[in-house]
């Protein structure tokens, strides 16, 4: 666990310098950037993760103007969620944007058939509570095999969002090797209705963007739980995100945006007679 948090600061601390030494490029460029924020609604059995973390996190977003300007993937089997199911409904209530989050690394994740009937199943049960349909996915772990991005084109998601820019990582007895997208381009196309919206952790390199107009998305992901130490608030952490989240607002004409938006963006945009 240690070991794993250490690893963890060093990718920040390198990523914070690639990007302070690299966001000179954006007014070089003058490319269109959008900063798509994005909450995993686990707890991963931490003490006090949703108690402490989620409100802590909603007063941030309220006092920076980004309420409703966030993406929050739901974890339908969190403990805390089921025995909570109105805190998505209120998520929508408040203009958020909530997205379904599935842990499938405990199946056969090379299954299509059984890693499908998982999603429908989760998926069905945050339709149900919400009331309307849910348009984006994010796997556990972002644990994802052929046979889940399969499954999630084939259930009727606009996006997914689970996979990284340059990582190589393991999931159980998974390889992700991510390192082949490297961030020139910022959204991938699963299928023809399905777009793909990789992670970063959390600063781009602006050094691998490309000299063009094309839109470029910055997707950033955090839990509740990273917000909280031994049950209690953690005022490092926040003023760690709350910091990360003004440095995108110092980009040029850098605009915040939920996923579904940035896909209304990035259809549009390929649907225009410059693209």
């Known amino acids: 666990m240690i070991a794993g948090l250490l690893v ?18 954006l007014w ?29 996190l909603l007063r941030l977003y309220d006092c920076r103007g980004l309420a409703g300007k966030v993406t929050w993937f739901v974890n339908c089997r969190e403990p805390m969620v089921r025995r909570s199911p109105d805190l998505p409904v209120h998520l929508c209530e408040m203009g ?7 842990h499938l690394e405990s199946f056969d994740a090379d299954s299509e ?3 499908g009937r998982e999603i429908a199943a ?22 994802h095999t052929p046979a889940i991005l399969n499954a ?27 390192g082949k997208q490297q961030g020139g381009r910022s959204v991938l196309n699963l299928s023809e209705t399905c777009l793909e919206f990789p992670v970063w952790e959390p600063f781009p390199d602006f050094n691998r963007m490309k000299p063009d107009r094309v839109p470029y998305f910055i ?16 005022p490092f952490v926040l003023a760690y995100y709350t910091e990360i989240i003004r440095l995108f607002r110092s980009l040029p004409d850098a605009r915040f945006v939920t996923l579904s938006q940035a896909a209304e963006i990035w259809n549009s945009w390929n649907d225009s007679p410059h693209s």
């Open 28 to 56: 070089e460029l003058g490319k269109p950037i959008y900063i798509c924020l994005t909450v995993d609604l686990d707890a991963h059995g931490r003490r006090n993760a949703f108690e402490w973390g989620i409100p802590q």
């Open 96 to 102: 958020y944007e909530v997205g379904l989050h599935c």
């Open 152 to 178: 999630v084109d084939k259930s009727g998601f606009r996006f997914d969002s689970s996979s990284t820019y340059g990582r190589r990582y393991r999931v159980g007895r998974w390889f992700m090797d991510d």
């Open 122 to 143: 989760d998926k069905e049960w945050l339709e149900d509570v919400l009331g309307k349909r849910t348009q984006g996915f994010r796997s556990g772990r972002l644990l």
């Open 113 to 115: 058939a059984l890693v």
């Open 219 to 234: 997707t950033t992901l955090v839990h509740p739980y990273n917000f909280v130490l031994l049950g209690r608030p953690n």
């Open 8 to 25: 963890r600061i060093l990718r920040h601390a390198a990523g914070f310098g690639r990007f302070l030494g690299s966001r000179h490029r």
